[in-house]
């Protein structure tokens, strides 16, 4: 059994900072990818930020050059730092880990953290 457990959320004000991580437990042998999604209200979920085991690194283009994507490997945690956040980055951030457990590559998700960003 897999767990995720995300972390780091909460209200901020435009112009400020938070980190997010999310650790993985459980009975996991190697983690291929590590991703950071969002949605917010009435839109559809999208790709944030992506770090795979060989660290290659991909963001979306609305948070390039504001938030940096890092992974524990010794943990099984995945962190993302958020600078500068607007207004329009209020969203519930999930992670997903692409792992392999029990012999079987698989897509986890964790349950999500909200991130508001007002003044």
């Known amino acids: 059994q897999v767990q995720l457990v995300e972390s780091g959320g909460g209200l901020v004000q435009p112009g400020g900072s938070l980190r997010l991580s999310c650790a993985a437990s459980?009975?996991?042998?190697?983690?291929?990818?590590m991703d950071w999604h969002r949605q917010a209200p009435g839109k559809q979920r999208g790709l944030v930020a992506t770090?795979?085991?060989?660290?290659?690194?991909n963001y979306a283009d609305s948070v390039k050059g504001r938030f940096t994507i890092s992974r524990d490997n010794a943990k099984n945690t995945v962190y993302l730092q958020m600078n500068s956040l607007k207004p329009e980055d209020t969203a519930v951030y999930y992670c997903?880990?692409?792992?392999?457990?029990?012999?079987?590559?698989?897509?986890?998700w964790g349950k999500g953290t909200l991130v508001t960003v007002s003044s």
């Open positions: 997903n880990i692409q792992m392999v457990v029990g012999g079987i590559l698989g897509s986890y």
């Open positions: 459980g009975s996991i042998s190697s983690i291929t990818r």
């Open positions: 770090i795979t085991n060989a660290g290659r690194i």
